[in-house]
């Protein structure tokens, strides 16, 4: 699988959105980039995924460059509860295991 | 929503004991896996499991750990004899399929709360 950079840590205000980089610079054709959180020690939380075009959920927007070297995630109107470690996954479609990275720590200011 | 679910929430242990970490993942689903992550730390992928069987290992996990899916709800890890430094989070996860052709598909691990493994 491809490796990613995020950066350590980043801050938002509350009802701000919230947009969180990945770098996948060595991505494949035919590998997807995905998103987890883990909210303090919770189990992690699929957010939401895409291969090349961007993708809306109710959790979150995932906007992929069309080089697909890099990819943000939009969380449009951060809460308090969004405060947690995003991780930026890039993975072949099938492939069994998740490869967790550092991610990125976010927090959410009132 | 179904939600995949792990007990104890907490395990304290001597080392040297066994112990049996369990899980009861989403009914629906077909596969299923163990991940650890150690205080401060990374997640770490353990084990997937298939039609039961093992279909994926990490280096980490060796002679000392198994799984098991003894009665076709619950989903195990044993550890044989803890060390120390298996003091950790272990998360159990399940997905319902291989994914379809589009678009990824359904292919989502969904994870439990996590045990709490304290190795003394």
């Known amino acids: 699988d491809a490796k990613t950079t995020q950066p350590t840590s980043m801050d938002c205000a509350e009802g701000r959105a919230a947009n969180l980089p990945c770098n996948h610079s060595t991505i494949s054709g035919n590998e997807y980039v995905y998103w987890y959180r883990q909210i303090h020690s919770q189990g992690p939380q699929y957010i939401i995924h895409?291969?090349?075009n961007n993708e809306t959920n109710e959790m979150a927007s995932l906007i992929i460059t069309e080089d697909r070297k890099s990819s943000t995630l939009i969380l449009p109107h951060a809460t308090l509860r969004d405060t947690a470690v995003y991780y930026c996954i890039v993975r072949v479609e099938g492939a069994q295991k998740l490869v967790f990275g550092q991610g990125t720590r976010l927090t959410i200011n009132p | 929503e179904p939600e995949v679910t792990q007990t104890p929430s907490h395990q304290v242990t001597q080392m040297g004991q066994e112990v049996i970490l369990r899980c009861v993942p989403i009914s629906n689903h077909l596969y299923f896996y163990w991940y650890r992550q150690i205080l401060g730390q990374k997640v770490e992928f353990l084990v997937s499991f298939y039609n039961n069987e093992i279909s994926e290992k990490s280096e980490i996990f060796d002679d000392q750990f198994s799984v098991e899916r003894p009665d076709g709800s619950n989903f195990t890890l044993k550890i044989r004899s803890t060390k120390l430094e298996d003091s950790a989070m272990y998360f159990c996860?399940?997905?319902?399929?291989?994914?379809?052709?589009?678009?990824?598909?359904?292919?989502?691990?969904?994870f439990g709360p996590g045990t709490r493994l304290t190795v003394l």
């Open positions: 895409g291969l090349k």
């Open positions: 996860a399940s997905k319902r399929t291989h994914g379809l052709a589009r678009g990824g598909g359904i292919n989502e691990q969904f």
